[in-house]
Structures are given as structure tokens and as C-alpha cells.
């Protein structure tokens, strides 16, 4: 079982910047795949972005390419997603998780991950 927490979310006015982390416990970390999906009110989980265990495999949606950069230090447990010009059409509460995939197709479906953080939400005003 991995445990995971998100951190850095908060509110942006739009065109900003914020960088979300999540820590990966360090008593059963095992250099997991992980991803970063988002959840707005009323909407579906949405895939936003992976990293594979090495970073060698990178995948993003369209809707934040460009803009947004996933990334992970292994030696500090951690992985980022640092997002850029911030739309308001970005606000939702975003989570990590950890899963086994490695495709693009199944990385980006919510089912093939076993192990969510709770959340942190972002907000970015007009």
C-alpha cells in the first residue's frame, strides 16, 4: 500500500503559477508510476498528467500541455506538477496516485490506480 499526500495547492489569479507535491511514504515506497488527475465540481476525475518510475515515460492531456510539466525526485519520495498560465477552466481539487500502467491509455483512466492522496484544491480566479 502506498500512502500518498498532495500539497501546494491554494488560489491564482489567472496567468499564474502554482507547483502541487506529493509525497510518497517512505516505508512502502517503491518508485510507483504515478499521475496526477483532477476533479471539478459536478464533473468526472480527469487525467492530467503521468511520470513513470525513471521519468523516461512522460504523458499529458491536451487540455494542459504546454502549460503544465510533471516531474519526480526519487530521492526525496516526491512528485511535482508544476502548472503555468493557470486558466479558471483549471480549478478543481487535484489529486496523485500511484498505479502499475504504463500506456497512455491505461495511465490515463482513474480505474487502473490503487492508491490515492486526498486532494488539494486549486483555484484560479478570472
Known amino acids: 500500500q502506498v500512502e500518498l499526500v498532495e500539497s501546494g495547492g491554494g488560489l491564482v489569479q489567472a496567468g499564474g503559477s502554482l507547483r502541487l507535491s506529493c509525497a510518497v511514504s517512505?516505508?512502502?515506497?517503491?518508485?510507483?508510476?504515478m499521475g496526477w488527475f483532477r476533479q471539478a465540481p459536478g464533473k468526472e476525475r480527469q487525467f492530467v498528467a503521468f511520470i513513470n518510475w525513471s521519468a523516461s515515460r512522460l504523458y499529458y492531456a491536451d487540455s494542459v500541455k504546454g502549460r503544465f510539466t510533471i516531474s519526480r525526485d526519487n530521492s526525496k519520495n516526491t512528485v511535482y506538477l508544476q502548472m503555468n498560465s493557470l486558466k479558471p477552466e483549471d480549478t478543481a481539487v487535484y489529486y496523485c496516485?500511484?498505479?502499475?500502467?504504463?500506456?497512455?491509455?491505461?495511465?490515463?483512466?482513474?480505474?487502473?490506480?490503487?492508491?490515492w492522496g486526498q486532494g488539494t484544491q486549486v483555484t484560479v480566479s478570472s
Open positions: 517512505a516505508r512502502t515506497f517503491s518508485r510507483p508510476n
Open positions: 496516485a500511484a498505479t502499475t500502467a504504463w500506456t497512455f491509455e491505461a495511465a490515463s483512466m482513474a480505474t487502473t490506480y490503487n492508491s
